[in-house]
């Protein structure tokens, strides 16, 4: 998806200013993660969800940046003409992992 988002963006010249190269569907890390494990459950994989408290501890400062929260919309991409192959984290992992 985001290299054809690209190619629009260099074919389509009223495309202006910042667009984000995000997915439709947001996601959590905790998700992220389960959907991750669901796909992988022939391989050995386990979906382990990590205490705030140790995150803090082996990452220090650090652990801001992993337990932040941020939503970012691709309505503007979208409203551009873009039309997402994967629009969910499954769909993407599908393709990434699955070949």
Do not use: W
């Not at 947001?26 to 705030?52: E, Y």
Request: aromatic letters at 10%; charged letters at 15%.
């Amino acid at each position: 998806d985001l290299c054809q988002m690209y190619i629009l963006a260099i074919e389509n010249n009223t495309m202006e200013g910042a667009y984000n190269a995000v997915a439709p569907t947001p996601v959590s890390n905790k998700h992220l993660t389960l959907a991750l494990a669901k796909l992988q459950r022939g391989i050995f994989f386990v979906a382990v969800h990590v205490p705030v408290f140790s995150l803090k501890i082996i990452l220090g400062e650090m652990s801001v940046e992993v337990l932040k929260s941020t939503t970012v919309s691709s309505y503007k991409i979208e409203k551009a003409g873009y039309h997402f192959l994967y629009p969910t984290v499954e769909t993407a992992l599908k393709q990434i992992l699955l070949k």
